[in-house]
């Protein structure tokens, strides 16, 4: 193994704090400063891991955010060159309005194993590993893809569970799932815990569907490899400025399906602590003289595994 049981252990405790640091502004309805909050604990803390880091998903470019932008350079440069993506906080609405399943992310892989994406939106269709590679594509319509997993999981369209973003541009999508009889799962927000509610039978999500932002599916994509379940992701550009953007990102071929081993390759950890409680983890709970937080990892081929950890106050 290449990224070292060190280092997970290094990342669960970033992105615990990073949510640590958040806490004061559950509620606030101060996103801004949240976000800030979080980014400023998580790069600190990422600078000082023996690492030769890189942000390849990040929070913005260089000149629109001063904190862990594309292409940043982490770590004190004595460790392994990895690729970073950062989230230091999926769902900033969740946090300014106190609401449930805010997250502070991060996912690492070896050097070139994360796809550089850049800050536009993605197409996105995710199921579980119960469901062959290859049978659900994004290319399908959606009536085709609920007969094709209603045939493999001989499930009924009413006993089939869609989760989906609550946005306007899905009118079609929902209104197809509607005459179908299948339920859906709406999201407020945060389509990376969206996209992970597939991997377990528990969390009730036959598949996830819709547009999000491009670099929450390469984060999710990074959990998702390891879990072994089916994501397919296709760029969308509404802009000449975003198809710019890509292009000096190395894309090529702006209309590319991504299969998850064109996203992520080898080995990858994802790291996500609960800010405010979800459907994934608790959020942060303080009590006298410490913190808990729930972290989700996820690091070479595992389960989901859900780590608790105490932090005391300083
Ligand atoms: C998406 C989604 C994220 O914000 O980026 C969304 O992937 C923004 O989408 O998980 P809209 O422009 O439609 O609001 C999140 O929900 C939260 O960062």
Redesign the pocket.
């Known amino acids: 193994m290449k990224l070292s049981e060190q280092l997970l252990n290094s990342l669960i405790e970033i992105t615990s704090n990073s949510a640590i640091a958040c806490y004061p502004y559950i509620g606030k309805n101060e996103k801004i400063l949240a976000d800030k909050a979080a980014t400023d604990v998580m790069r600190h803390q990422l600078n000082k891991l023996d690492i030769n880091g890189k942000v390849v998903i990040g929070e913005g470019e260089l000149d629109e955010a001063p904190m862990l932008y594309i292409g940043e350079i982490l770590g004190n440069g004595k460790g392994p060159q990895i690729d970073i993506a950062v989230d230091p906080v999926?769902?900033?609405?969740f946090v300014a309005k106190n609401q449930p399943g805010s997250m502070s992310v991060l996912a690492v892989a070896e050097k070139g194993n994360l796809l550089n994406a850049p800050e536009t939106y993605m197409n996105k269709i995710v199921s579980g590993s119960h469901i062959p590679k290859g049978s659900i594509d994004i290319d399908f319509t959606v009536k085709e893809n609920i007969n094709i997993y209603s045939e493999i999981t001989k499930k009924k369209n009413s006993e089939i569970t869609v989760c989906i973003?609550e946005?306007p541009?899905h009118k079609e999508i929902i209104n197809e799932l509607n005459k179908l009889n299948v339920n859906i799962k709406f999201?407020t927000?945060?389509?990376?815990s969206g996209a992970l509610l597939v991997s377990d039978k528990k969390f009730n999500v036959d598949i996830f569907m819709g547009i999000?932002?491009g670099p929450?599916g390469v984060i999710a994509a990074a959990a998702l490899n390891t879990l072994n379940c089916n994501f397919q992701g296709r760029f969308l550009f509404k802009t000449a400025e975003d198809i710019n953007r890509a292009q000096t990102m190395g894309i090529k071929d702006l209309n590319k399906k991504y299969e998850i081993n064109e996203i992520v390759k080898g080995e990858s950890i994802f790291c996500a602590t609960g800010i405010t409680s979800g459907d994934l983890m608790n959020g942060v709970f303080k009590q006298k003289d410490k913190y808990i937080t729930e972290t989700i990892i996820t690091h070479n081929k595992s389960e989901l595994k859900l780590i608790k950890k105490e932090v005391s106050l300083t």
Request: charged fraction near 40%; hydrophobic fraction near 20%.
């Open positions: 999926e769902g900033t609405n973003l946005r541009r999201l927000d945060g389509d990376v999000g932002g929450e």
